[in-house]
């Protein structure tokens, strides 16, 4: 079951913020990070943010999140995340298939590590397009896509 999340409320930010840790560790020694941005990102970080978070629920225990950051004109998947345990198992594809149902912008973004090859080929799979790459200053080279 997939839902919209109060990130506002502290349990439900503690929930988030372990499926985020879960999942970033291993796209860290995907893309062989010696840093990582978003394991550093905590639960106060996830309670102020302006985006939107949605849920993907399973036996009752969060299993995926998808983070969607809203702008005039478009729509950008700022971060999705799966529980390892519970890769491949096509909750990925529904939480796309559920923004991209309930966000009804003509242009959809998404950035991901450019080794990060089972992100790119979902996103390809989804009609996603190749942007742009560029390296990041904490050594990620990454890219960006666009559904238009």
């Known amino acids: 079951m997939i839902e919209l999340l109060n990130h ?3 349990d ?3 929930l988030i913020y372990k499926v985020f840790q879960e999942s970033y560790v291993v796209e860290a ?3 062989k990070a010696k840093e990582f941005p978003p394991l550093k990102r905590q639960v106060a970080d996830f309670i102020k ?5 949605y849920g993907y629920w399973k036996h009752q225990e969060l299993v995926a999140v998808i983070e969607i950051r809203k702008f005039d004109g478009s729509t ?4 999705m995340v799966v ?3 519970y890769f491949r198992q ?3 594809q529904k939480l796309i298939d559920h923004v991209l149902e309930t966000y009804h912008t003509p242009i959809h973004t998404v950035e991901t590590g450019v080794d990060n090859i089972p992100a790119i ?3 390809e799979k989804n009609g996603f397009k190749y942007i742009k790459e560029w390296d990041t200053n904490f050594g990620i080279r990454k890219v960006r896509f666009e559904r238009k």
């Open 121 to 123: 080929k979902l996103y």
């Open 49 to 53: 943010d302006d985006t939107d978070f």
């Open 90 to 92: 096509g909750i990925a």
């Open 29 to 31: 020694q995907l893309l």
């Open 83 to 85: 529980v390892p345990q």
């Open 8 to 10: 506002r409320n502290k």
């Open 12 to 14: 439900i930010t503690a």
């Open 76 to 79: 950008h998947l700022q971060s």
